[in-house]
């Protein structure tokens, strides 16, 4: 028997004043095309800041993953002012419409080479960026947990691709209860060794993952499973 198909009426979520369609009719197409395919060939695929965190809240920007260092007593005391030159100077060329994406790779690049360096060789251990999130008020969107968990019920693999800091991603996921079998990061991982009693950061593993790549981005050192 064929299935009926889905209309946007029936699914009440998509009543709420707050969501948004330029196209009706191709939005109930993809809705009945995901739907007709089964679960067994869906994956989710999701962004994590600004995404899977919120933008904005009480009118003031949100925490990154990246910004997450800026709050860490762990680092030097001009790191922050440092890292706000670095966003000050390449933010802008992320988002120019007068540049293309062939032109802003380079300056992306450079752009995460140089927050690596503010990175290298500080006293930073995994435990103490837990504890940077941990006292950081950082906040997931409205039914994140919510949405983890039956994904995770449903047995429909996660991943999240993220051009942030990966051990920020997976310590924020788990600070909310957010850490399914499911759920697959790729993302920016630091490298750490120990020299001695002291923890050093060397910087990040493998290729850097950036704004423009990130879609590209596989299995490999940038690859964590939760």
């Known amino acids: 028997m064929r ?7 029936d699914v009440d979520y998509l009543q709420n004043e707050k969501v948004r369609m330029k196209d009706r009719d191709k939005v109930e197409e993809l809705i009945n095309i995901l739907v007709s395919g089964g679960k067994e060939r869906l994956q989710v695929i999701s962004d994590f800041d600004m995404t899977l965190t919120k933008q904005h809240e009480n009118g003031n920007r949100c925490i990154t993953s990246f910004g997450i260092f800026e709050f860490s007593h762990h680092l030097p005391p001009n790191y922050r002012e440092k890292s706000r030159a670095l966003f000050n100077k390449y933010y802008p060329i992320e ?7 062939e032109d802003k790779i380079p300056h992306m690049i450079e752009w995460y080479k140089e927050a690596e360096k503010l990175l290298q060789g500080c006293h930073l251990t995994p435990e103490d960026i837990v504890e940077a999130v941990n006292e950081t008020h950082t906040i997931l969107r409205d039914g994140t947990e919510k949405m983890f968990e039956t994904l995770e019920a449903a047995g429909i693999p996660v991943l999240v691709l993220s051009a942030g800091v990966g051990d920020v991603v997976a310590a924020v996921l788990r600070k909310h209860s957010v850490n399914q079998q499911n ?21 990040f593993k493998g290729e850097c993952i950036h704004v423009f790549n990130k879609h590209t981005a596989g299995s490999g050192p940038n690859s964590h499973g939760e």
Do not use: A, P
């Not at 697959?184 to 991982?189: E, L, P, R, Y």
């Open 95 to 101: 988002v120019c419409h007068q540049m293309s994406v």
């Open 183 to 203: 759920l697959t990061i790729v993302s920016n991982f630091l490298e750490f060794s120990q020299k001695g009693k002291v923890t050093i950061l060397e910087g």
């Open 3 to 9: 299935k009926k198909n889905i209309k946007l009426h």
